[in-house]
């Protein structure tokens, strides 16, 4: 009976200390986690930053940050981000295609989440031809 409760408690321990070590990760707060450019013109290259503080302990390192299509360029904060700090992600999406968009970037760090999904949303229309006046 001993040996039982002293393997619980061991095993209670574990967890305990596991989930302590879980809060002092570092971890993400977005002011926004999508981004609703509106209607843009075509062959318009448009950018909107993504500003994030890190609400853990530990410093927040971005591993990575990937979109998911070619026509989106992401640039992110390369160094760490200590605990109370704002980091940025700045997203340059290029207009080619008259059509409505949806894309998701892939966010990989060190964080208690480690990875996170923002999206930009937004409808690309044609440019209208100049008009020309005639005399």
């Known amino acids: 009976m001993?040996?039982?409760m002293l393997?619980?408690?061991v095993v209670l321990g574990f967890a305990f200390t596991a989930t302590a070590q879980d809060n002092e990760k570092a971890e993400?707060?977005?002011n926004e986690e999508k981004h609703d450019f509106g209607k843009i013109p075509q062959g318009t290259p448009v950018t909107t930053v993504f500003e994030f503080t890190n609400i853990g302990k530990e410093p927040l390192i971005l591993t990575d940050v990937k979109p998911t299509c070619g026509c989106t360029i992401a640039d992110y904060t390369k160094t760490p981000v200590k605990s109370g700090e704002k980091g940025l992600i700045k997203i340059?999406?290029?207009?080619a295609n008259v059509a409505p968009?949806?894309?998701t970037i892939v966010v990989?760090?060190?964080a208690k989440t480690p990875t996170k999904y923002l999206n930009i949303?937004?409808?690309v229309i044609a440019k209208?031809?100049?008009t020309s006046s005639s005399k």
């Open 101 to 103: 968009f949806n894309k």
């Open 121 to 123: 949303v937004g409808e």
């Open 92 to 95: 340059t999406y290029n207009a």
């Open 128 to 130: 209208t031809p100049a």
């Open 2 to 4: 001993k040996k039982l």
């Open 108 to 110: 990989t760090s060190n």
């Open 7 to 9: 393997i619980c408690a």
């Open 28 to 30: 993400f707060k977005f």
